[in-house]
């Protein structure tokens, strides 16, 4: 009761308004992060590489397959014994990386190598041991200056890292990794192999898109596929794949589970069947097409989303043909009905005049 006015209590109003509230809009919540489809055991299996090697783990996954997500868990799991570096770029160089590396993990009172011969003339000298001093070099430098601010950046990294400047072990996170160069990853590679009487300290979990998985990948990889960077060829990196009909289904009711308690039950068989047909197992276009169909239902006032909102979220884009024929269509029939319509207009003044 508002004012003593029961009527004004607006029972009848949507519960999930557009474009921000309502289910699947938190895509990179990890308290929604669903174990199933193998993903709950592949971070345990990156974790479990990790303790043993030092050898990079790349997981490799389709656009939408939940890579950042899975980054986001991994970073959240093992915060406590290393320290995260999560490196998102569209395009990775080794210059860039580097240049993120000795901006998060070395200390404050560490001096990039090259301001120090700036500010006094002299080269610091190094002293600490186990230090790979030369990285490779990339065939593409156009000036010897990149090669020089890349042994800097990677002598004073690996002094950082020797001194403890961090307390923790680096753990750098690589998401989205679809143009990584082969140069790039030998530096990390190079990274990798930094070590103290404690074994190696630099781990790395690269992230990488590839959309063709049907050619295989590691040793079972095609020999035809020659675009294809040398380093996927040589291991054995863990794929991220669809999910089936069955797991579709779990993952919805997981996620209306954990967004509203009462509505975990909302989408029945045919609708996680319509979801799968339409989003081949994709996390992202299964969050899509949920999300557009709540936002239908709230933009219609109803109380609960329903299989016809899923269908119409469900309708493919018009294409750009069909948009050009029905424009070409609609000015035909618009020319059509003024011909009509000046020939039924001369045909009633000659009528006139004739009777005139």
Known sequence: MI????SRLELEKPEYLPPTEGPFHAASNIYMFY???ERSAIVDQITARLMRSSEPVVVLGEEGSGKSMMSLVLA???QENYNIVRCEQDRLDTITLLKQLHLELTSETTAHPSAVIARTGIAPENDSPNIEQDIPASDTDESNDICDDQQSLFSSISTSILNGATNKKPLLLIVDAGSLTQDCYDTIEHLTRIENRFGNIFKTVIFQTWQDLSKGVG????????DKPLYLKQQEPIVLRR???AEISEYLQHHMLLFDYNKRDMFTRDMAYFIADRSDGVFKSINLLARNAFILASLEGAQQ????HLLMAG??????????WYRRSRDARKWGVAAIAGAIVLSIVVTIQILT
């Open 76 to 78: 959240d799991r093992l």
């Open 35 to 37: 174990g199933g489809g």
């Open 315 to 324: 309708l493919p884009p018009p294409s750009e043909k069909k948009q050009v």
């Open 305 to 308: 989303m329903s299989m016809s």
């Open 219 to 226: 040793r079972h990889a095609s020999t035809q596929d020659a």
């Open 3 to 6: 004012n003593g006015n029961p």
């Open 243 to 245: 999910l089936n009909l």
